[in-house]
């Protein structure tokens, strides 16, 4: 017979809701808490984490009370280089890259979205960023933003100058 292996990764505080491949060696996960939570397949610990990744004292979304750490509701990565996406209910969306040899997130840029960012899928070619973004929450309805619109936001991606000049 074959033997199996399984490993166990060690979450703390609060359920993952949603986790993307990075590469071969990385995975990126959300979590409950807030936290976003970048993982080393290797390891049973995180490489590096960012707790409370999107709360702020600015509220983009009306009628969220923001006691609570807001959710990490979507993970988008493009698979085989740095650049990671979060979403949440905070009314942003937010680009961050894995620096220092993917032992730490660093943020890169933060976009307003109005509503519950619930999905994230980079393009192919890296040029678009796909976000499905809802008046409610994917999994449950306890919240609901009446301003907000059920839609799917397409956001262009510039790359820099300088890998525009290596193609």
Same mark, same amino acid.
């Given at each position: 017979?074959?033997?199996?292996?399984?490993?166990?990764?060690?979450?703390?505080?609060?359920?993952?809701?949603?986790?993307?491949?990075? =590469?071969?060696?990385?995975?990126?996960?959300?979590?409950?808490?807030?936290?976003?939570?970048?993982?080393?397949?290797?390891?049973?610990?995180?490489?590096?984490?960012?707790?409370?990744?999107?709360?702020?004292?600015?509220?983009?979304?009306?009628?969220?009370?923001?006691?609570?750490?807001?959710?990490?509701?979507?993970?988008?990565?493009?698979?085989?280089?740095?650049?990671?996406?979060?979403?949440?209910?905070?009314?942003?969306?937010?680009?961050?890259?894995?620096?220092?040899?993917?032992?730490?997130?660093?943020?890169?840029?933060?976009?307003?979205?109005?509503?519950?960012?619930?999905?994230?899928?980079?393009?192919?070619?890296?040029?678009?960023?796909?976000?499905?973004?809802?008046?409610?929450?994917?999994?449950?309805?306890?919240?609901?933003?009446?301003?907000?619109? =059920?839609?799917?936001?397409?956001?262009?991606?510039?790359?820099?100058?300088?890998?525009?000049?290596?193609?």
């Amino acid at each position: 017979l074959l033997s199996m292996s399984v490993f166990l990764f060690i979450v703390v505080r609060a359920s993952i809701d949603c986790c993307k491949m990075v =590469n071969e060696q990385y995975m990126l996960a959300g979590s409950q808490d807030g936290a976003i939570s970048l993982w080393n397949i290797a390891k049973k610990k995180p490489s590096a984490k960012v707790p409370q990744a999107h709360s702020s004292s600015e509220v983009l979304c009306p009628g969220i009370d923001g006691r609570d750490s807001p959710w990490i509701s979507a993970i988008g990565a493009l698979p085989l280089t740095d650049l990671v996406a979060s979403g949440s209910m905070d009314g942003r969306l937010k680009l961050w890259k894995c620096a220092d040899n993917f032992t730490k997130l660093e943020l890169l840029h933060s976009i307003p979205i109005v509503g519950f960012i619930n999905a994230l899928a980079f393009s192919s070619s890296g040029d678009h960023l796909i976000a499905g973004v809802g008046q409610e929450h994917r999994l449950g309805r306890w919240w609901a933003l009446k301003g907000a619109k =059920n839609r799917v936001a397409i956001i262009r991606l510039k790359k820099k100058q300088k890998e525009q000049e290596e193609r």
